[in-house]
């Protein structure tokens, strides 16, 4: 499995704070597609990381985070630059989070487009994993992300497509959203994405009240509009407040002219640690079930419980293994393990 995809540093004021309320700020690895893979590679899958680091001691040192975690890094290209960031404000009681993205012309927004032989890079691999972040940090990512899925339609590799938009990062150049990641989509195999998502690519609207409606309408119109798209598959969350919040997901498919829906069933969460990155452990989860083999409902199930166990430890990066999540699913309650 190959996730592709740029590398950040995340850094944080201290629990509570507002960003420069203190001059304390803590570093973390971050990005949606090296979360995807460390959290596959803690499960036991053999996945790699394929991007851009700027070619200096910051570079290195995110290289190491994940390959501490058992990702395979050969694919990690360094290149003249500088690291790109982004700065998260944790959420509080009725707070939300909030991101401050500092990543124009990184090493990655830079050479991204020229840094890979893709025919080369995909071989051997069965699983691509490519978002909707990439193609917004501008044109040489939206053109490496378009080269990517289309190599990997061309050599017969499945791809994972995480919707991921971006709006601050699209309004910071003239792109062309839609466009860009309907030519990503058309090659998914499976997409983490909703009804906004496909409405924004399709230049449509799904009005229905009903959300399941709209799922719905959303799925049959991108099984129409994408013939190689086999699922779709979201979490649906519920917040009371920035720390207590209920999460279930949906994952539907194509019978014929039918759209089957397959639903986990909500898990409640108070005292929310940190949400970000709980959607990339969600498609982790889902990914590994696929690959492994089970069903649509296994699958979906081992992802939502995933994405639950994710809340519960600060940073991006989901470090539970499959047993942590496979005990997370089972009936021990919260007793202490001894």
Known sequence: MLCF????????????????????????????????????????????LATVLADNALGRAARDEVRKHGVDTADVVFEPGRMGLY???????????????DRAGSAFVEHVHTAFDWDRL????????????TPATGPNGSAAAVAIVEAAV?????????????????????GDPSTTLGKMLSGATIAFADDRDFALVL???????DPTERRRQAAKAAFAAFPRLERIACT???QDSVADQALSAVMLTRDGDKVVETRA???????????????????????????????????????????????????DFNLFSADDVRAAMGEGGFDIRR
């Not at 960003?19 to 949606?32: D, E, K, N, V």
């Not at 700065?87 to 993205?101: D, H, I, K, M």
């Not at 995909?122 to 972040?133: F, I, K, M, P, R």
């Open 236 to 238: 649906l969350r519920v």
């Open 5 to 48: 995809g740029e590398m950040l540093l995340r850094l944080s004021p201290n629990d509570n704070e507002l960003l420069m309320q203190s001059p304390a700020l803590t570093i973390r690895p971050a990005g949606a597609e090296a979360n995807v893979a460390v959290s596959l590679a803690r499960f036991g899958a053999p996945v790699g």
């Open 265 to 315: 069933e909500a898990i409640h969460m108070a005292g929310v640690v940190d949400r970000v990155g709980g959607g990339d452990a969600f498609a982790s989860g889902v990914l590994f079930g696929l690959w492994s083999g089970w069903s649509d409902q296994q699958a979906l199930d081992f992802g939502l419980a995933a994405a639950g166990l994710k809340h519960s430890v600060p940073g």
């Open 122 to 133: 995909l071989d051997g691999v069965e699983w691509l994993h490519a978002s909707g972040v």
């Open 87 to 101: 700065f998260l404000t944790p959420g509080a009681v009725r707070r939300p989070s909030e991101v401050l993205y």
């Open 154 to 174: 061309s050599k017969g590799v499945k791809v994972s497509y995480d919707g991921n938009f971006r709006g601050k990062l699209w309004e910071q150049w003239a």
């Open 203 to 209: 230049k449509t609207t799904f009005e229905s009240a």
